[in-house]
């Protein structure tokens, strides 16, 4: 019963890949909370695990993992609305399935190889097999190259799919986007002996992803969601999404500069990079405001009670929108103004931000559109919230917000303490982290990592059980 709703449902065989992309994601996505919450403990208490699992390992995991995740999640997402944008397969699918083995296997092995070797020689072979010690770009080389050559598959998929099918001005915007998510990874497959040089480009692959390509894709994927979902006006999705791309690939470039004040560029680059880096988010919050006021008011106008097609999808979606502005752009630039950041800068101010920003703005969409996949794999027409994504979505918002103030705390007390009052030392740097307020934080941090890994559990049990429900409820 259970196979055949599935087969009858997803017709295309796109779809399925891209729900088999989203069932490693959301193992990823497990595997990055267990890694997180360790840490945590490591944090507090270093003897634990002590001489069994590093503290940097499980960091490196936890970090490596949140990358990995939402990119098996965005290329299921991709897979998953080709078929409904263009009106076709994808060209090469059985390339495509290919491209998900490789890729998957060799994300297992990279894990493994962090988890049990986790450290190696300071040679060319620890670069090439065990990891390239760039942050967020753990990677080992070989790995670097197979990457590339999976997503150059993925997007042969995608471009071609759309060259044959229907254009759709979503569909023109992801196409073009994710050529520059994947050239912008390429500056970081090259090393530099300077590490200003190094470190110039690094950040170019870190954060223009996030600030520019990622944003634009996440934009993609809500006007995709929001047609599905209560039947959006295109024109009006589409008209944001190109001045998304107009502003984000503009002020995501501008916004780099932030960083740069650290590797000795020109200080014109502090203002700058501080004012283009908090507008990123203010197109997407725009896009959701005014489709979901016309939305209303059509509605309103025919005297019909507002239809939303899937109830947790929609849920998640609204949540990315505001909680994009709150943790990219509210939490952002907290600490990007260069009179701030000069005492900021490398303090738990940046990872109260960084939680708060990938959680609002990438996971909360991507979890959405798992719901959607949910939703036509058994072929239900309307989906609504169960206990169970309500408590998910819940515990898992409340635990990543709990973290981030908790974070915000320990990083406030490092900028009085350790910086200004200490001036940045070593010593200010241990003193600061053995007062009450830092242990007090960090214990709090941990807590609310445990009820965002609670949240998960929902979530998992939610996915797993939600469209078996739904589909039956509505025989």
Known sequence: M???????????????????????????????????LIAAIQFMYPSFLYGIFDFSVARMVHINALVVWMLY????????????????EAVGIKLGKLAFWVLTLAITIVVLVFIFIQIG???????????????????????????????????YNVFFTFLKGRRTGVMTVMVANLLALAGLYLAGMFFTDNISVDQYWWWWVIHLWVEATWEVFVGTLAAYALIKIIGAKREIVEMWLWIEV????????????HHYFWIGTPEYWWEIGALFSALEPVPLVAMFVHVLYDWGKEQGAHGEKPA??????????????FGNFLGAGIWGFFHTLPQVNIYTHGTQFTAAHGHLAFFGAYA?????????????????????????????????????????VALTIAGYEQVLVERAELGGGWDAFFTAQNLVWMKQAMGWRTVMGVVTFIGFIYLVWDLLTIGKEESENNQ
């Open 2 to 36: 259970l196979t055949s709703i599935k087969n009858h449902n997803l017709q295309y065989e796109t779809q399925k890949l891209g729900m088999m992309y989203f069932r490693v994601a959301i193992i990823l996505f497990g595997a990055q909370l267990l890694m997180g």
């Open 73 to 88: 999640a965005m290329i299921g997402s991709v897979y998953y609305m080709i078929p409904d944008e263009t009106g076709l």
């Open 121 to 155: 020689p300071g040679d060319d072979s620890t670069i090439w097999l065990i990891n390239e010690g760039r942050e967020y770009l753990e990677a080992p080389r070989w790995a670097d190259y197979g990457i590339v050559v999976v997503v150059l598959i993925f997007y």
């Open 246 to 257: 107009l502003m984000l690939f503009g002020s995501g470039i501008l916004g780099l500069g």
């Open 308 to 321: 939303i097609k899937n109830g947790p999808a929609m849920a998640w979606i609204v949540t990315n929108a």
């Open 364 to 404: 909360t969409i991507l979890i959405g559109m798992m719901y959607l996949g949910i939703q036509g794999a058994y072929g239900i027409d309307r989906m609504k919230a169960t206990f169970k994504s309500k408590m998910a979505i819940f515990l898992i918002t409340f635990g990543v917000l709990g973290m981030a």
